[in-house]
């Protein structure tokens, strides 16, 4: 939707996106200039294929060292962030670790015969096309961790440094194609007020950071780039899922109103946590979280959670090529209901079938 301005000022327009993390953000826009950074596949002679994989394990080695110091930073964050990208970061290391992607890249190099960037990109298209086809939602937006690890590795390669959140003014809402997770732990929500993202969704770690860094964001917006310039004044409604670039005098009052209001709610409820949910009837209501990792489960135990009322277990078979056997199994699932210190845990199977044997666990399933 536009609005048209008065002479001499732009064009307001209205946005419509996912809004993943709620609040509203004013402020200066930035605009992130990231994209796919073009690959060309050149085929390799015979003699060239050792001092190929020496530059491919030279690009392991530097994004092993990348992320390890990327989650020395991040532990600073705020409690459920830094838990949020400590365990992706992690995961991220693993698949830099003797992992399926590594031993395929290899492979493409020796046996296809392909330069490293290229094998890279090929190899993560395959990985990740298999985890975008899940009818799982959450396992489904695991591509978008396989992509990361392939970016980082491509950047490397081709010596593409990552840009920076630096010397931003206060208040400044970041404008990008998209945010990786690793982008997001470095906003820092003393200078950022909030993102948007043409891509990405509510199930992505980029949402989940959002949330945890209390960082209101709209993901998926159609035409944001081209709508955006340097500078511009951008509203984030989290909420609503909306973007509003160069906001009439009107819009914007109307906006610090509505940002107001969210903020008193926040502090009425964070007043609310400990107190029993009762109806006005007097019947009372029993508050259950759902789990997808434990590491939600001080969150969601700060937030008043009277218990879990669904917790996944996928997150034992993610990012790895075995099985967890029993044990392991039984002590994943013990720690979070001694965590739970008597409250009431619904714990559901591994949600698996035919449309998951894209998983690198299916060689096992098959078995």
Request: glycine letters at 10%.
């Amino acid at each position: 939707m536009k609005i048209e301005a008065g002479a001499g000022e732009r064009t307001t327009q209205v946005l419509e996106g996912l809004g993943v993390a709620p609040g509203v953000a004013i402020g200066p826009a930035f605009l992130l200039e990231a994209g796919a950074i073009p690959v060309a596949a050149r085929k390799l002679a015979e003699e060239e294929v050792a001092a190929e994989l020496e530059r491919f394990n030279a690009a392991v080695s530097k994004g092993q060292k990348q992320l390890r110091k990327l989650k020395t930073k991040s532990a600073s964050l705020p409690g459920a962030a830094a838990e949020e990208i400590g365990y992706l970061l992690e995961a991220y290391l693993q698949m830099l670790s003797g992992s399926r992607l590594l031993r395929g890249v290899e492979r493409r190099i020796t046996q296809g015969l392909v330069n490293a960037e290229a094998a890279v990109q090929a190899e993560i298209a395959e990985i990740a096309e298999g985890f975008a086809a899940l009818s799982d939602q959450y396992l489904a937006a695991r591509a978008d961790d396989i992509r990361e690890v392939g970016d980082r590795l491509i950047r490397n390669l081709t010596q593409t440094p990552y840009a920076g959140f630096t010397n931003l003014p206060t208040g400044t809402v970041v404008i990008a194609e998209e945010l990786s997770p690793a982008d997001t732990a470095l906003l820092d929500p003393a200078l950022i007020a909030g993102f948007a993202t043409v891509l990405g969704g509510p199930e992505g770690h980029t949402a989940i950071m959002a949330r945890s860094l209390g960082l209101p964001a709209v993901l998926g917006v159609a035409g944001l780039i081209g709508a955006v310039h340097g500078g511009d004044t951008v509203i984030v409604d989290g909420s609503a899922g909306r973007v509003v670039v160069n906001p009439t005098p009107q819009l914007r009052a109307e906006y610090e109103r509505r940002q107001e209001e969210y903020r008193s709610e926040q502090r009425m409820l964070g007043r609310l946590k400990r107190v029993a949910a009762v109806t006005r009837d007097g019947e009372a209501v029993t508050l259950l979280a759902n789990l997808e990792l434990p590491r939600e489960l001080e969150p969601a135990l700060a937030a008043g959670a009277e218990g879990i009322g669904l917790l996944r277990t996928e997150f034992m078979f993610m990012n790895r090529e075995d099985l967890p056997d029993e044990e392991e199994q039984y002590q994943a699932l013990k720690s979070i209901v001694v965590a739970m210190d008597g409250r009431p845990v619904t714990v559901r199977t591994l949600d698996i079938g035919g449309d998951k044997l894209a998983l690198p666990l299916s060689a096992h399933l098959a078995e």
